[in-house]
């Protein structure tokens, strides 16, 4: 991309370091990405109890919860659509003429949907998950629970869930209304968050819609994702902020943090999921405000949005730690027409990078040789490594010259370094089939000084292939990714020891 730096100085570049002091919750919790389900890429906003305990229940009969999956989450509706002049995705905004609910401001309701401002529609949103729309409780001022979707409210289904021995998520938004115009948390955050713990919720994904037209961003942060866009570059606009511009300063931060804040006041530790699109540089004050945080738009069942999240988080991953995490968003795999192959691509890379590893279809009807590539015992281990928090990185980009932004061939070549050894994936991204070859001497590790006393084992088969010199060349299917843990061995005993 840019060919007279280097490769290190080009990785510092795009990838924004943690900035601030990280959100440590007790615990433990958001340490390691988070594990779980949720309802949204499987039955949208056609929710209810009996799908959630069904999902629930599927968890733990199909060896998912013994694999380490514990969040069950109901989720709303998220809308994202392009700014055709500049090729920047922004979110769909409600603009208007209100500030903090609890101030005595005007509410949305009080305000009305003619005075809404809705821009550049492409797609219509569609009722939310949980909630009734008519408006809050007028005493208590709480959200009100579907009572046809959940007639012994969230708090009878987080007991049921919880006495399964797992946790339960549920969606709001920094804004005065959803996406889907149902009641958000913007101005009643205390309320909200003290209600949250009450019903025993654990995990909130926290979205952007329904902000106030006085709360919108001064400036909007480059989400690289057009495929226009000429080698993922961003334009300068009226919106692009200045040079060296504070993201920790804009709105949308303090927007988030109020939530933070409040969740943090109750006394039941909530993991906070911001699902803030990357529109005000999440990665520069998202760390120390949640524990994890969107980096892009929705996702799709299909490879060529899978491929277009790869590229564009591949640039960000130093942000990536304990503690906190780029949220790739949810699998979609056994959804759409995904491919075996694309399967496990997108599930080896989304635990690979890091990203919380949240399963988004219906288990019941989950094909077998699925549910094995969701418990890889190998990515699993690697996602929640409790000794390295990093991510795998990529070290080559094959296809394409390294640093390439593309958003059809992602970096193909990726290692990280683990307490079991080192995993380390080749990609073929092309649509046919094509040779991939790992050469040891080309890892980073390798490079940190390693003799050839090791054994490589194969993260599909679970096959240990011993000593493998020189490296590894396959032939993969289309967009297929091969996959190994290589250990380093020392003495006769055999045991593994870490490259370093």
Known sequence: MYPSLTLPALFSLFATLQTGNALVLKDDVGKLPALGWNSWNAF???????????????????????????YVNSECFFLWFWDLECGVRIGRRIGVIADDAESGDPTAEEVGEENMVWRNEFVRAID??????????????????????????????ADK?????????????????????????????????????SWGIDYLKYDNCGIPSNWTDEYVACVPESTS??????????????????????????????????????????LYSLCEWGTADVWAWGNETGSSWRMSGDISPSWARTAQI????????????????????????????????????????????????????????????????????????????STYGGPATPYKWGTNPDWTFNATNPAEYWSGQSEAGTLVLALNSLNETAERQIV?????????????????????????????????????????????????????????????
């Open 440 to 500: 040891w001497s080309e890892l980073p590790e390798y490079k940190k000084g390693w003799c050839e006393n090791f054994e490589v084992t194969d993260i599909w088969t679970g096959e240990n292939l011993g000593y493998v010199p020189g490296g590894i060349n396959r032939t993969l299917n289309a967009h297929d990714t091969m996959g190994f843990i290589v250990t380093q061995k020392w003495g006769s005993s055999g045991s593994g020891k870490r490259w370093n």
């Open 310 to 385: 790869l590229n564009e988080n591949s640039f960000d991953l130093n942000s990536v730690g304990f503690w906190g995490h780029n949220d790739a968003d949810m699998l979609e795999v056994g959804n759409g027409e995904l491919t075996v192959e694309e399967n496990r691509s997108h599930f080896a890379f989304w635990a690979a990078m890091k990203s919380p590893v949240i399963i988004g279809t219906s288990l019941d009807t989950l094909a077998p040789e699925l549910v094995d590539i969701l418990k890889n015992k190998y990515l699993l281990a690697f996602s929640q490594d």
């Open 128 to 157: 939310d998950c949980w909630s009734v729309q008519s408006g809050r409780d007028n005493v208590t001022q709480q959200i009100i629970p579907d009572p046809v979707k959940f007639p012994d409210g969230i708090s009878g289904t």
């Open 161 to 197: 869930i919880h006495a399964l021995g797992l946790k339960i998520g549920i969606y709001s938004s920094a804004g005065l209304k959803t996406c889907a115009k149902y009641p958000a948390s913007f101005g009643y955050e205390s309320i909200d968050a003290a209600t949250f713990a």
């Open 229 to 270: 866009l000429i080698n993922g570059t961003c334009p300068t606009t009226s919106s692009s902020p200045p040079p060296g511009y504070d993201w920790s300063t804009s709105n949308s931060a303090e927007r988030y943090r109020r939530m933070r804040d409040a969740l943090l006041a109750q006394n039941r530790t909530i």
């Open 44 to 70: 949208h906003c056609d929710v209810d109890e009996d799908k959630i305990m069904t999902a629930a229940n599927q968890i733990v009969s199909l060896g998912l919860k013994d694999a380490g999956y514990e």
